[in-house]
């Protein structure tokens, strides 16, 4: 698993591995049969959910769910708006709909618009993550590799391209693996995902996934408000006045509709 720190001894000028130690700051999602947990990434500091505006278009579905799943873990998690280049003036209106959905005013995530092909935010972004160890996570095409790449040139690695007929991104990366930056910095890059399955988060924890309803929790007149019918909800409230994003509670209410009662 990317990110594991192992035992390992050499036998005929061969490391083999002995044992896998204790796992820390893990970073999983449901399995494609929702069966079991995938193990995205192991003893990460931070997760990185790149996305992009276009080309592939802009998913609120799939980031809600990304940081759920970190926040989930109690990992840090910061947004990638990769390939800024290819926007232009009709798209500054989404632009600033992310921005104040998703950063400081809104669930107070950082968020990093930066372009691989001028470098604009590039060095920001490798700033902010500088000693650390980060996975990438995100939709296939929104530029995960190609962000990789801006900071390792000398990588061998393919990039790909968008699939005309569909607008998806082709996959490319088809195993996580951890590349090494400068200043002790290390990127977990991993496959471009479909789907960002949540099924493993109990559906009573899922309010403890949305930081930006934290500071409401304790307000509710029921403790075991779970902020969708109850009256008296301090949620629901602020979302009501605008502290809390529309789009933010209606995701977790899609999540919590999602799970079994």
């Given amino acids: ?58 998913s609120n579905g799939f980031l809600c769910r990304a940081l759920a799943a970190a926040s989930w873990k109690e990992l840090k998690a910061a947004i990638v708006l990769n390939k800024m280049d290819l926007c232009c003036s009709q798209d500054k209106e989404l632009q600033d709909s992310i921005l104040a959905t998703y950063g400081p005013g809104g669930a107070g995530y950082p968020l990093f618009p930066i372009s691989c092909t001028t470098g604009h935010g590039a060095d920001a972004l490798l700033e902010y993550i500088r000693g650390m160890t980060v996975v990438m996570t995100g939709s296939s095409g929104t530029g995960k590799t190609s962000l990789v790449k801006y900071y390792n040139p000398s990588l061998d690695v393919r990039i790909g391209t968008l699939n005309p007929k569909t607008s998806k991104g082709r996959h490319t990366t088809v195993a996580a693996r951890l590349i090494p930056l400068k200043s002790n910095t290390s990127v977990i890059d991993t496959p471009g995902l479909r789907m960002f399955s949540i099924d493993h988060i109990p559906r009573n924890d899922m309010q403890f996934c ?29 979302v009501d006045e605008g502290s809390i994003p529309e789009i933010r509670y209606g995701k977790y209410v899609d999540f919590m509709n999602e799970k079994n009662p």
């Fill in 210 to 238: 949305f930081p930006e309803f934290r500071v409401y929790l304790d307000e509710c007149k029921f403790r075991d408000c779970l902020h969708l019918s109850e009256p008296e909800c301090a949620v629901k409230s602020a």
């Fill in 1 to 58: 698993m990317a990110g594991d720190y192992a035992v390992a001894v050499t036998t005929g000028g061969i490391p083999l591995v002995e044992k896998i130690l204790p796992r820390s700051g893990v970073l999983q999602r449901t399995a494609a049969s929702g069966a079991s947990m995938q193990i995205i990434a192991a003893n990460v500091d931070m997760v990185l959910v790149v996305t992009s505006i276009k080309h592939p278009d802009f």
